[in-house]
């Protein structure tokens, strides 16, 4: 089986995702920033907490949501919570992750695979995305709510 | 008789913000009987409570709720379930209702649309 990288209308289905969580969620758009390919010399500031979602079925790699606490704070907020412990924004950063994950599947299909998510606090998401070195590179999707800037980051492959 | 509801989703805030909108205002008082966070809690909870609503997540660790509903729809036929799901494909949905489910709505929702499907799963 072969892997082969992302075209642009694959990216384009995250970006939409983005876009479509925040205005569904709290009614106000995300600035979508435009995509560009992680590497030693552009790499990704990691946020407070991240999200991870492992891909499996025809695709393989991961997609991970990286967002600072004050962000998910905020957010937390609209979604009528109280509680703004570590435990709940690790949860609801893993949630996100899922969301874009699985909004990713009316563009992949149900050979998109997904895992619940891992969450971390810290820059553990960069460990695990230098840990697949046989994947294609990851590209990250930074994006703006409210002030606070956020990343979608995803390395996939199709299995082919 | 006040109908009961469990809630199952791996995300304790998704869980918490469900439970608050079902004291909306358009919905009839229901009764929460328990919440749980994966497939096998939740057949633990529904045999224990069986409650006449369930909202279903899909992706979770331990047993997924595609395989959850289905083994509810077995045991506890007149049990009615919303999966929210974030999977957005078709097939999904389709295989969801082919094993039990009787209302499919995706995540991210906003108030009003788990509201009225709640309301449609009650009707």
Redesign the interface.
């Known amino acids: 089986m072969k892997a082969q990288a992302l075209e642009t209308a694959d990216i384009e289905v995250f970006s939409e995702a983005v876009t479509h969580f925040f205005e569904t969620t709290c009614g106000e758009k995300a600035q979508v920033r435009t995509a560009f390919l992680l590497d030693a010399r552009a790499p990704l500031p990691w946020g407070d907490f991240n999200g991870i979602v492992e891909a499996s079925g025809g695709y393989s790699g991961r997609i991970c949501f990286s967002a600072p606490r004050s962000l998910l704070s905020h957010l937390l907020l609209r979604m009528g919570q109280a509680d703004f412990s570590d435990e709940q924004h690790l949860d609801i950063v893993g949630e996100i992750a899922n969301i874009f994950s699985g909004r990713a599947r009316r563009h992949f299909g149900d050979r998109l695979c997904i895992s619940p998510p891992r969450t971390f606090a810290g820059s553990a998401g960069a460990a695990a995305l230098a840990a697949s070195a046989t994947h294609s590179p990851p590209f990250a999707i930074p994006l703006c709510w409210n002030g606070y800037e956020a990343s979608l980051v995803v390395q996939l492959d199709a299995l082919v | 008789m006040t109908p009961s509801l469990m809630i199952v989703d791996?995300?304790?805030?998704?869980r918490?913000?469900i439970a608050?909108l079902c004291q909306d205002a358009r919905l009839p008082a229901l009764d929460i009987v328990g919440t749980a966070s994966n497939g096998l809690g939740a057949l633990s909870l529904a045999r224990l409570h069986r409650p006449s609503l369930i909202t279903m997540d899909l992706?979770?660790?331990l047993m997924d709720g595609e395989e959850c509903i289905e083994r509810i729809a077995g045991e506890l036929p007149e049990a009615r379930i919303l999966v929210v799901?974030?999977?957005?494909?078709k097939?999904?949905a389709l295989r969801a209702i082919r094993k039990g489910a009787h209302g499919f709505i995706?995540?991210?929702?906003?108030d009003d649309q788990l509201v009225d499907a709640l309301l449609e799963l009650m009707n």
């Open positions: 791996d995300s304790m805030v998704i918490n913000r608050r992706t979770m660790p799901s974030a999977l957005s494909d097939m999904t995706r995540k991210p929702f906003n």
